[in-house]
């Protein structure tokens, strides 16, 4: 450009998509701490996405579970844990200290100092208690490795105790400590979710002591945050960054600052690479490609201004109320599509926009694919879409 600002055009955003999200075949993954490595982190409000957006992205996809099983909860090589807009997140547990002091920091003052209000409202006992009560509970799930928070409170009767939220208001509740002290551990950074009760897609889940970990700095940890996140999914707008990482755009751009981060522009307006990341990415270096990918998948997640990859007109049908996005049929970097599975187990999809032969040819295969590694697991997303509940026959 006259400026000196390279554009970026959508088709090359969608080739880098392709490459670096792992999404396309010669790009595909050996394991899941590739995929995690290569995303930065995995949306892990939702059990089953974790594993669904793995095997999408695996060479072998039969393999899926034992191995992401392994990384969580044998190896310790992935971690998850409350992140980014105070969301549960997986990610690789080298980045544990990273997450915490970039975006956990401020939300879990927040979190400890809205319990002990609620508390002092209820007539329950003070912060000087609750410090024993924490201090109880944490040996306890060290002697225990892991736990539920029943199994805790065994450990810790105290954590039965219970207060009145709200009181008067319309939305009054009972609350156990045990329940809200566990939830501000886990923003602190001290605790972090283990294995789950059932099968990979239960969303009962034990406790386990979060991994050692350095306290950095927070400028430190962001800019470290954010040149992993634009090396996968630059360029991104500053609307892009502040909504993915949850911060105020001060931190952003002191963060874009201090990685050195170049300005390019794309079809939405300014945007941001890394400072080694200005070569420019051909249109053909991804072959075409298809992906079914889950509810909260990462990428489809990735980014507030979606235009280059979602059409707008889609949106109703493929996502819920408050913005969680379903489950996605992709063709060559472009949303086309959704797909559900069904009780009998089958893997059904519909495109949302026509995009000849070749591509459905290889949707098909997608989907039979991954109804091979499913086998007799049932999938039912957490956040149900308008699309997703049609095309499954579960309202």
């Not at 306890?140 to 207060?163: K, S, V, W």
């Amino acid at each position: 450009m006259a400026d000196g600002r390279r554009y970026v055009g959508a088709a090359e955003r969608r080739a880098r998509l392709a490459l670096r999200h792992r999404l396309t075949a010669r790009a595909r993954a050996g394991g899941p701490e590739d995929v995690a490595d290569s995303l930065v982190a995995l949306h892990g409000s939702d059990p089953a996405t974790v594993y669904l957006a793995i095997g999408a992205r695996l060479t072998d996809p039969a393999s899926t579970v034992a191995r992401t099983d392994r990384a969580l909860y044998e190896d310790g090589s992935l971690v998850r844990m409350h992140g980014m807009r105070h969301t549960v997140f997986v990610f690789p547990t080298e980045l544990t200290a990273v997450v915490h002091a970039s975006t956990g920091l401020t939300v879990a003052a927040r979190e400890r100092a809205m319990l002990l209000k609620s508390m002092a409202q209820a007539g329950a006992p003070d912060a000087v208690w609750l410090k024993e009560v924490e201090e109880s509970a944490l040996a306890a799930l060290g002697r225990l490795g892991q736990a539920t928070a029943a199994e805790l409170a065994r450990e810790e009767p105290r954590l039965r105790e219970q207060f009145v939220y709200a009181a008067g208001k319309s939305y009054e509740g009972v609350h156990t400590v045990g329940t809200r002290l566990l939830k501000v551990l886990g923003v602190e950074g001290k605790v972090v979710r283990g294995r789950p009760l059932g099968s990979w897609t239960s969303s009962q889940f034990r406790w386990a002591l979060a991994p050692a970990h350095p306290e950095l700095d927070a400028s430190v940890a962001q800019a470290e945050l954010l040149r992993r996140w634009l090396s996968v999914c630059g360029p991104a707008t500053e609307a892009d960054l502040k909504w993915w990482t949850g911060w105020r755009v001060t931190e952003v751009r002191r963060a874009l600052a201090a990685i050195g981060a170049r300005e390019v522009v794309v079809d939405e307006g300014p945007a941001y690479v890394t400072e080694d990341d200005e070569e420019a990415v051909p249109e053909a270096a991804a072959e075409p490609w298809a992906a079914l990918l889950p509810a909260l998948d990462p990428t489809a997640m990735g980014w507030q201004q979606r235009d280059w990859y979602l059409a707008p007109e889609l949106r109703d049908a493929l996502f819920d109320r408050s913005g969680n996005v379903g489950p996605t049929v992709w063709w060559d970097g472009r949303v086309v599509g959704s797909w559900a599975q069904r009780p009998s187990g089958e893997v059904v999809w519909r495109l949302l926009e026509p995009v000849g032969r070749e591509a459905e040819a290889a949707v098909e295969e997608a989907a039979a694919t991954l109804r091979a590694w499913l086998d007799d697991t049932r999938v039912t997303p957490r956040f149900r879409t308008p699309l997703e509940r049609e095309l499954s026959g579960r309202p």
